[in-house]
């Protein structure tokens, strides 16, 4: 059941404005289309202006959101179908993917917030070894991975820690992971959100850092999250405003949601690898 309120899903901020239906209300500055992709559903939304801007509370950029199967763990039928569907957006979103920096953002120690740090394990790092000319990795893209951690653990916000790897190795493409907040209790963990505006990392729990996006890291930056959490206040009211529901499932969720991540970018940044490679090379 979708909420009124705040939310970092870019396709729940369109429905608020009543935009359930198949007819879609028209927003002045917004473009958005309902669509399928291998079977599963993608909400399109693309923020034209700042008419846009204002009307849903998100920078201007395309966003994304892919419906996950119903079952989705590695090994299941629907697994290779998500990935691919993934990589499909995440290519929609970026052009060059010759050197990537992935940044999994998040705490480990919570559950919900673990979504980035569980996905970095699905990540196929190829940066040392197209820096040492290894052998047989010649059709691969550089891709460089950073954990920079929560700033309670590590006493640096994020947002430095990325920006200085970047004027270090000089990417051409960030890519972020982490979790969001939803406003739709149905929706929590079934859904992916692919967004080319980049991200301001905490937003959606009322606990903004610094934003990373193309202004402020200087290359184009996408996001890519799954909505873990909802405000209980959205549900109960004020007496309940401050505290975040999760699902019952969550581990198992948060899990398989970040193993599907991390297989739809290596499959978007390494170019023809397959999903058997890649359980190969990762073990």
Do not use: W
């Not at 846009?52 to 090994?75: H, I, S």
């Not at 959205?234 to 899990?255: C, E």
């Amino acid at each position: 059941m979708l909420y009124r309120g705040r939310t970092d899903l870019a396709s729940e901020s369109f429905r608020q404005f009543g935009n359930d239906s198949e007819e879609l209300t028209e927003i002045d500055g917004v473009r958005a289309v309902r669509d399928k992709l291998d079977g599963l559903e993608v909400f399109s939304v693309e923020i034209l202006d700042e008419r846009g801007v204002k009307a849903l509370g998100k920078p201007m950029g395309k966003y994304f959101t892919l419906d996950t199967p119903k079952q989705y763990q590695r090994g299941s039928e629907q697994f290779p179908t998500l990935v691919k569907a993934l990589a499909n957006i995440i290519g929609r979103c970026g052009s060059d993917f010759s050197r990537v920096l992935v940044a999994a953002l998040g705490n480990p120690d919570i559950t919900p917030d673990a979504l980035g740090s569980l996905a970095a394990s699905s990540i196929l790092v190829t940066r040392h070894l197209k820096e040492s000319g290894a052998e047989g990795f010649e059709a691969f893209s550089s891709l460089a991975l950073s954990r920079p951690g929560v700033l309670g653990s590590s006493g640096v916000e994020s947002a430095l820690q990325i920006s200085l790897l970047c004027r270090e190795i000089k990417p051409q493409l960030v890519i972020v992971i982490d979790a969001l907040a939803g406003a739709d209790l149905d929706r929590l963990c079934r859904c992916i959100q692919i967004s080319d505006s980049g991200i301001s990392p905490g937003s959606g729990v009322g606990n903004d850092r610094q934003e990373l996006s193309r202004e402020t890291l200087g290359v184009p930056v996408i996001s890519i999250g799954i909505p873990t959490v909802m405000d209980a206040g959205l549900i109960a009211g004020d007496k309940m405003a401050g505290l975040f529901v999760t699902p019952r499932s969550i581990d198992s969720l948060v899990r398989c949601g970040a193993r599907a991540i991390g297989y739809g970018i290596n499959m978007a940044v390494h170019r023809g690898i397959t999903i058997e490679d890649m359980d190969m090379l990762l073990g």
